[in-house]
């Protein structure tokens, strides 16, 4: 997966209950933004688990939230899948 579907992916989560100009420059906003609360970021995980077919550790991508933008999280994430596929590392 790369990292412009990993975006859009995150992207369609926030689509339907925040304001437009907060999803412009979806990929420059801190995560901290739009997960202000520990329960969105569990529903997040859990929608992406879904969306991408992939198991998401909670513990290795959670705590990486308080500090990254979401295209530094969709890098992130698109380089943790790809050590969970088979035939790579």
């Known amino acids: 997966m790369d990292q412009a579907t990993a975006l859009a992916k995150m992207k369609a989560f926030f689509v339907d209950n925040n304001p ?4 412009e420059r979806f990929e420059d906003v ?3 933004d739009l997960l202000t609360e520990s329960i ?3 529903e997040f995980l ?3 688990e879904d969306e991408l077919r992939a198991k ?3 513990n290795q991508i959670g705590p990486a939230l308080a500090n990254m933008t ?3 999280l969709a890098t992130k994430l698109c380089r943790v899948l790809s050590e969970q596929e ?3 590392s």
Not at 20 to 23: C, H, R, T, V
């Open 86 to 88: 088979p035939g790579t």
């Open 56 to 58: 998401i550790d909670a």
């Open 46 to 48: 859990m929608y992406l």
């Open 20 to 23: 437009p100009e907060s999803l």
């Open 30 to 32: 801190k995560a901290t």
């Open 70 to 72: 979401f295209g530094d």
């Open 40 to 42: 969105d970021v569990i």
